[in-house]
């Protein structure tokens, strides 16, 4: 029973072995860092079915080390970006790397071929219990690359015995999105009738979001004083640090937008 079990463990893993990769021999990663905008792959259930995939690579101060910025449209329209890190794993096979992205396992990515200006071919191989898990990549460092010169590197994969049907073409265009969209504060409709003379007085900050200008105190209260200039208020915060420290500021407020009384905006000295 147990030795059965060994035995189809070892003909699983077996099955699933990588196969021996010849990667560029000459590979220079200083060259290859830079943008590269993701033609055609594999499936991948990381990805799925993103488009405008672009792959950032930098280098890092320690030799042999990268940072790389993935960047996608999901198909429902969302923008996803990850960053990992990469490293040369083998110096005597300088385009045998490593990359690991967060909540994942290190993977492989294998630079099979690229001349640096237009294209490259990466493939992954990395072999678990369950068995190989195997990921192609042509990257462009255009957003468009000739369909000759698809059909050219493609062999690289071929020639590993990659079933290269299992390749699709993913968009890629000047209407993509590659940047990470700026956060944006929503509109806000503040409370239309607000009186600041009824608001002055003691109040006790009861739940709040962390902001960093806040105290990271508890029991904070927060004292508004209506000062002799309409429309200007000062404001004392004060609270208690979880090691006990006391913690008080005070600061200046005034109301910015006249059909808009709720609309305050209120300064702080620096803080160290
Ligand atoms: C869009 O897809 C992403 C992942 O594919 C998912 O996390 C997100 O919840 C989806 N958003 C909407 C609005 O459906
Ligand atoms: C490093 O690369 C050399 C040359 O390809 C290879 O023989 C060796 O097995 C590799 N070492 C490791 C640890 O993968
Ligand atoms: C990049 O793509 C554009 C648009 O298809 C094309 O005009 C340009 O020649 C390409 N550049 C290179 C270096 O291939
Ligand atoms: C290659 O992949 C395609 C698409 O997934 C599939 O239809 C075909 O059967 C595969 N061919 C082989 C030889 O596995
Ligand atoms: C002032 O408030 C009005 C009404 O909410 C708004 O339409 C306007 O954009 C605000 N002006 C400024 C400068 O924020």
Known sequence: MIWG????????????LCP????????????????????????????????????????LEE?????????????????????????????????????????????SYLVLDTDYTSFATVYSCDETLEGKIEQGRLYSRNKTLHQDQIDLVMKDFADLGVNISQFQKYYQGEDCQYDAPPALCP?????????LSKYVGDWYEIQR????????????????EALEEPGTFSVLNTGVRGDGTYLSITGVGTQTNETAPGSLTVQFPQRK
């Open 20 to 59: 021996d990769v010849i990667t560029k021999p000459d590979f220079d990663l200083t060259m290859y860092v830079g943008d590269w905008y993701e033609i055609q792959r594999t499936d991948d259930a990381f990805q799925s079915d993103a488009k405008c995939v672009r792959a950032r690579y930098a280098a």
């Open 63 to 107: 030799p042999g080390t990268f940072s790389v910025l993935n960047s996608g449209v999901t198909g429902n329209g969302t923008y996803i970006s990850i960053i990992g890190v990469g490293i040369q794993t083998n110096a005597s096979e300088p385009a045998s790397l490593t990359v690991t992205l967060p909540g994942l396992p290190p993977g």
């Open 209 to 224: 979001i962390d902001a960093a200008f806040q105290f990271d105190g508890e029991c904070v209260r927060a004292r508004y």
């Open 5 to 16: 079990w060994i035995f189809s463990a070892l003909i699983a893993v077996t099955l699933a």
């Open 187 to 195: 509109d806000v409709k503040t409370k239309p009738d607000f009186d």
